[in-house]
């Protein structure tokens, strides 16, 4: 039985929301080596990927969703609201449908990969498409207040809050802190999130902890606990950190990551200097081609913006910026089914006859 990370991880979390969780089982996910990746790719590193898309609606996004929908619940209210690119308004339609919350969802017209849009659909979301990006979406929700509705993004600290649980599965899973994390960069709240939570694990103060105002809880320790570098990683046509001010018209497609303004830009910067970490570009056909390697040579198959993780430390790698037997952590944010019409060739499975000799000849 999955506890959920209410649950799981009750001593980092606000007591009132464990006393009344909000749960789909979501969390301890699995962390998997990726062996035939870093032979292929001649990298001398031990690479292990977190696969978040074992999560229940298929994205690292149920981890934060968990505690802020507990949250709405726990504050009264009875509505939700969020902007999306498609993973949020997934976990926010199924985690509200589960509280009893009404979801409220608006989205990019056109910009929304098919799978993700069914999902708020069946969870009977009260679906809207702008006319407009992702970030249009999000400036209206911005304009909600407490009132009204609870908004449920990444600007919500019961998202981070949820969300740092990754890191303290990665320390348990491996036995320690990796010496690289590397993730994709979207609206830049879980790659706060994560540095918090290895902050709190080696209980340390983080100045990026101002995103969850108190409630970051730090354990009194009297050794300086290792934590990781941080890679993250942006679409090239969606790179705000890299070109330092935000994209008015990102494209990518990578949808989950077709972000120009990053709502939590200041708190990821902060992470990542602390870190002493670096942000990298990869091209869309550098995170199709690491997309494709993790499925046909590991078996996982993760969407496009998830695989911008392992192009990113590829390409890191194969510079030299990355010390030979480093142990690092890829964050892979969603499932692969989220986005399926990425994957170029699915239309075009030949047609034969149902004749088993023809068959035998042609896979002999």
């Given at each position: 039985?999955?506890?959920?990370?209410?649950?799981?991880?009750?001593?980092?979390?606000?007591?009132?929301?464990?006393?009344?969780?909000?749960?789909?089982?979501?969390?301890?996910?699995?962390?998997?080596?990726?062996?035939?990746?870093a032979d292929a790719n001649r990298v001398e590193l031990e690479i292990w990927c977190k696969v978040e898309g074992a999560n229940p609606t298929g994205s690292f996004k149920d981890r934060g969703m968990a505690v802020a929908v507990a949250a709405a619940k726990h504050n009264g209210s009875n509505t939700v609201v969020c902007a999306s690119t498609g993973n949020?308004?997934?976990?926010?339609?199924?985690?509200?449908?589960?509280?009893?919350?009404?979801?409220?969802?608006?989205?990019?017209?056109?910009?929304?990969?098919?799978?993700?849009?069914?999902?708020?659909?069946?969870?009977?979301?009260?679906?809207?498409?702008?006319?407009?990006?992702?970030?249009?979406?999000?400036?209206?929700?911005?304009?909600?207040?407490?009132?009204?509705?609870?908004?449920?993004?990444?600007?919500?600290?019961?998202?981070?809050?949820?969300?740092?649980?990754?890191?303290?599965?990665?320390?348990?899973?491996?036995?320690?802190?990796?010496?690289?994390?590397?993730?994709?960069?979207?609206?830049?709240?879980?790659?706060?999130?994560?540095?918090?939570?290895?902050?709190?694990?080696?209980?340390?103060?983080?100045?990026?902890?101002?995103?969850?105002?108190?409630?970051?809880?730090?354990?009194?320790?009297?050794?300086?606990?290792?934590?990781?570098?941080?890679?993250?990683?942006?679409?090239?046509?969606?790179?705000?950190?890299?070109?330092?001010?935000?994209?008015?018209?990102?494209?990518?497609?990578?949808?989950?990551?077709?972000?120009?303004?990053?709502?939590?830009?200041?708190?990821?910067?902060?992470?990542?200097?602390?870190?002493?970490?670096?942000?990298?570009?990869?091209?869309?056909?550098?995170?199709?081609?690491?997309?494709?390697?993790?499925?046909?040579?590991?078996?996982?198959?993760?969407?496009?913006?998830?695989?911008?993780?392992?192009?990113?430390?590829?390409?890191?790698?194969?510079?030299?910026?990355?010390?030979?037997?480093?142990?690092?952590v890829c964050t892979l944010t969603g499932n692969g089914l989220k986005d399926p019409d990425a994957i170029s060739g699915t239309e075009e499975i030949p047609v034969i006859a149902a004749d088993h000799e023809q068959i035998r000849k042609l896979i002999a």
């Amino acid at each position: 039985m999955k506890l959920g990370v209410l649950a799981a991880h009750a001593a980092h979390l606000p007591a009132e929301l464990v006393q009344n969780p909000v749960s789909l089982g979501e969390g301890n996910t699995p962390l998997i080596k990726l062996t035939k990746l870093a032979d292929a790719n001649r990298v001398e590193l031990e690479i292990w990927c977190k696969v978040e898309g074992a999560n229940p609606t298929g994205s690292f996004k149920d981890r934060g969703m968990a505690v802020a929908v507990a949250a709405a619940k726990h504050n009264g209210s009875n509505t939700v609201v969020c902007a999306s690119t498609g993973n949020t308004s997934a976990s926010a339609a199924a985690y509200a449908a589960t509280a009893g919350l009404v979801c409220v969802v608006l989205l990019p017209a056109g910009k929304v990969a098919r799978g993700k849009l069914a999902q708020a659909r069946i969870h009977g979301a009260k679906t809207y498409a702008i006319d407009g990006n992702f970030d249009d979406a999000m400036e209206i929700v911005k304009q909600f207040d407490d009132s009204m509705c609870a908004v449920v993004n990444s600007i919500n600290p019961m998202r981070i809050q949820g969300q740092k649980t990754v890191a303290f599965e990665v320390i348990d899973q491996l036995g320690g802190a990796p010496d690289i994390h590397a993730l994709p960069i979207g609206n830049a709240g879980n790659i706060t999130a994560h540095w918090i939570g290895y902050c709190e694990a080696a209980g340390q103060q983080t100045a990026a902890c101002g995103l969850c105002d108190q409630n970051c809880k730090f354990p009194v320790v009297t050794v300086s606990a290792s934590r990781p570098r941080l890679l993250g990683v942006q679409a090239s046509g969606a790179a705000p950190f890299i070109h330092g001010k935000p994209i008015a018209n990102p494209e990518t497609v990578a949808t989950a990551i077709r972000i120009g303004n990053p709502q939590s830009w200041q708190f990821a910067q902060t992470a990542l200097a602390e870190s002493g970490g670096t942000v990298v570009a990869v091209s869309d056909a550098q995170l199709l081609a690491a997309q494709s390697q993790l499925a046909s040579l590991e078996g996982i198959f993760c969407e496009p913006a998830s695989a911008a993780s392992v192009a990113g430390l590829i390409i890191q790698a194969q510079a030299g910026k990355i010390a030979p037997g480093s142990k690092v952590v890829c964050t892979l944010t969603g499932n692969g089914l989220k986005d399926p019409d990425a994957i170029s060739g699915t239309e075009e499975i030949p047609v034969i006859a149902a004749d088993h000799e023809q068959i035998r000849k042609l896979i002999a």
